[in-house]
């Protein structure tokens, strides 16, 4: 395994951990009536998918600059038509607590994007 994948695993793990906890604090006492258990699931979606664009990034980050780019806006794209599909779905099958959802599902997507530019950037910065 990439010490650079061992490394982002950790910190990302430690990221959900926290977040976790932060959830469940908050929908069990300030926003107990919009809980929803699918929250739950778009934490660990969120956490499986981004690991999974990041070791795809570190493996391109091998290849020429070029190259890099287009995987990375490639991914990008790929990234958000899935959430886009994700959130889509949710809104026609389900019908629950739509608000809810797409707040919850909208603080995910900014907290783990950030984060996973954040990485790559650094771990950019440490190889050149």
Do not use: D
């Not at 778009?42 to 999974?52: E, Q």
């Not at 980050?61 to 599909?85: D, P």
């Not at 629950?96 to 995910?108: A, E, Q, R």
Request: glycine fraction near 0%; hydrophobic fraction near 60%; proline fraction near 2%.
């Amino acid at each position: 395994m990439i010490p650079a994948l061992k490394n982002f695993i950790k910190q990302i793990s430690i990221l959900s951990i926290v977040l976790l906890f932060i959830g469940l604090i908050v929908f069990n006492t300030i926003l107990k009536e919009y809980y929803i258990p699918v929250c739950l699931y778009l934490l660990f979606f969120f956490y499986l998918f981004t690991i999974t664009v990041h070791y795809i990034l570190l493996k391109s980050s091998k290849k020429r600059i070029s190259q890099f780019s287009s995987i990375f806006m490639l991914l990008l794209t790929f990234k958000l038509i899935v959430y886009f599909l994700i959130i889509i779905f949710y809104l026609l099958v389900i019908k629950n607590n739509i608000i809810p959802f797409t707040i919850v599902f909208i603080i995910l997507y900014f907290i783990y994007t950030a984060f996973e530019v954040f990485s790559i950037v650094n771990y950019l910065k440490k190889q050149s």
